[in-house]
């Protein structure tokens, strides 16, 4: 259960860019506190003093830890001299690391914002993953299948759109497929290579309780044949037939969290 009470700490976090390297760091320390929450407020762009003034005031108000990332030395330091003139927490994440280079380097960094999105080439292909995977998701449009680098294929809830969002942010173009007994497969899931499908199976009684739990958040019945215990059995076994028939690699994703399932999936990509 959450803990969502009052004493939840807000952190601001600052950037003179969009503020993922922040936010990023933020989460990766806040989820450490699980299950209480931690109220984390991005506020990207930062240009100029009054910007930094309007963080200020903002944090003060609400008690907030300011963590930055700001690479333009004059507004850095007016925001560590205004969060230290009001008393309030503050984490410079990149200052510190920008100064050792300096110095290590002998040669001043070139304090732009948002470099990391103008030279890096894999964040272009992470975007293009992303939009791939959203366009071919569940079925929809079964070209996919022959430009993707993975295909994934299942019955439904078996984490294929999650998986496929994951991965896509690894930067791998993914395509899923559903696979309904009702529906025949698209032909070319028999035509491309079965090097790049996998399967997913999973253990009948645990889809039953992930499809109730869905009928439930969906305000429908129990008793809806989507959770039906014999209508899982048959969806699981037509499954089977499929994937023995394209000749794929199957992976149990029955008690896997999406994460540790992407990680299988792209040391078998790497190792094909």
Known sequence: MLMTDKSNPIILVASDSAGDTGEAVVHAAAVQFYPHLVDVRIMP???DQEDVDKLIQTAAKCD???VFTLVIPELRDYLIQQAMLHQLIHIDLLGPVLNALEQKMQQTSRH???MIHLLDEGYFKKVEAVEFAV???DGRDYTGVLQADIVLVGVSRTSKTPLSMYLAHKKFKVANVPLVPEIQPPEQLFTVSNKKIIGLRI???KLNVIRTERLKMLGLPRTASYANVERINVELEYADRI???IGCTVIDVSNR????TAALIMEWYRGR
């Open 243 to 245: 994937m023995k028939r």
């Open 135 to 137: 366009k071919y998701d």
């Open 203 to 205: 253990d009948p009684d």
């Open 112 to 114: 732009q914002p948002g």
């Open 64 to 66: 907030g830890i300011i």
């Open 257 to 260: 969290a999406v994460e540790e």
């Open 45 to 47: 762009f930062l240009e």
